[in-house]
């Protein structure tokens, strides 16, 4: 069964240790070895530039984790080949595994709108507007100021809706989650769970998801541990407990998975790394059919990339 991972932090992690080999780093939690032996077929790599960059230096280490991507990623690599629209992803030949850039948080990009254009001439092809705290596009979930879109922010959105990319909501204030579901034309959770089931701000509630659904946008169930349970002791069965909940709301058809592999420390226990994948596989068969786990891992995904 082909794996479509709709989020991990890879580049970052290869960014802040170039030691790290794609093929087979044993520091990765996803490396092209572990994506072989785990019927790896699309993976989305996110830019995610750390708090820690000083803003001057923001967009030059998100142009350097486009050319980490470029480099060390798909060039050494036959079989890994970058994909930039639905129509490339369906047509990728049997052995090939399709890639595809995000940008997580538009920290990078200031308050300038030709960098934001420069990284989707670059490949970027799905945008988170934040990650957790507040920038010039909108405020994130733990911002205490809990702002919607700013104008700027909405301008983003506009250009996405015109370049037909995603919108990513995963990491957004309420109000801005909202204001983009207002908005946007192309929506995507791409790691986030359900806060029914664990109670962390950074999971979205009935109505945000049944907004989801409503819109055919696609949720990315995540491993993070602490998205996953409140005592943070997860493990396969507690990412079925979310799908379950989502699947109650009526998006059996709309739910992906965002691993966030190499973007956590801790990992759900007996999924620790990519090669791990047919474990949940296995899992989910024992409760859901075949077409509606290959839907969860693979087709829903694939159904939902803008063409």
């Known amino acids: 069964m082909n794996v479509y991972d709709a989020h991990c932090d890879v580049l970052c992690k290869m960014w802040q240790d170039p030691s790290l080999s794609f093929e087979n780093g044993v520091g990765l939690h996803t490396n092209l070895e572990q994506m072989r032996k785990s019927g790896a077929k699309f ?27 470029h480099e060390k990623v798909i060039k050494p690599y036959d079989e890994v080949l970058p994909v930039y629209s639905k129509e490339e992803v369906e047509n990728l030949p049997d052995g090939k595994i399709g890639v595809m850039l995000t940008l997580e948080g538009c920290d990078a990009i200031g308050k300038d709108v030709v960098r934001l254009k420069t990284l989707i001439r670059l490949g970027v092809r799905s945008v988170g507007l934040t990650w957790n705290y507040g920038n010039a596009t909108a405020d994130g979930i733990l911002e205490s100021r809990a702002a919607g879109l700013s104008d700027f922010g909405k301008r983003v959105v506009d250009l996405h809706n015109q370049h037909r990319i995603w919108t990513d909501v995963s990491h957004l204030s309420v109000r801005a989650f909202w204001d983009v579901i207002d908005q946007g034309r192309y929506v995507i959770a791409s790691h986030s769970n359900a806060k029914a089931i664990c109670t962390h701000p950074r999971n979205l509630d009935n109505h945000q998801l049944t907004a989801l659904i409503e819109k055919d946008s696609l949720i990315g169930v995540t491993f993070v541990p602490k998205f996953l349970r409140n005592d943070r002791n997860a493990g396969i069965s507690d990412i079925i407990h979310h799908i379950e909940h989502i699947c109650s709301l009526g998006g059996v058809n709309n739910i992906g998975i965002g691993s966030d592999f190499d973007g956590i420390d801790q990992v759900p226990a007996g999924l620790e790394r990519y090669d791990h994948y047919p474990r949940l596989i296995e899992e989910l068969l024992k409760y859901y059919s075949h077409d509606q786990v290959e839907g969860f891992v693979g087709g829903n995904l694939l159904a939902r990339i803008p063409g």
């Open 43 to 69: 993976q989305m790599f996110a830019i995610y530039v750390p708090e820690s960059v000083p803003e001057s230096a923001k967009f030059d280490c998100a142009l350097d984790m486009v050319d980490i991507f």
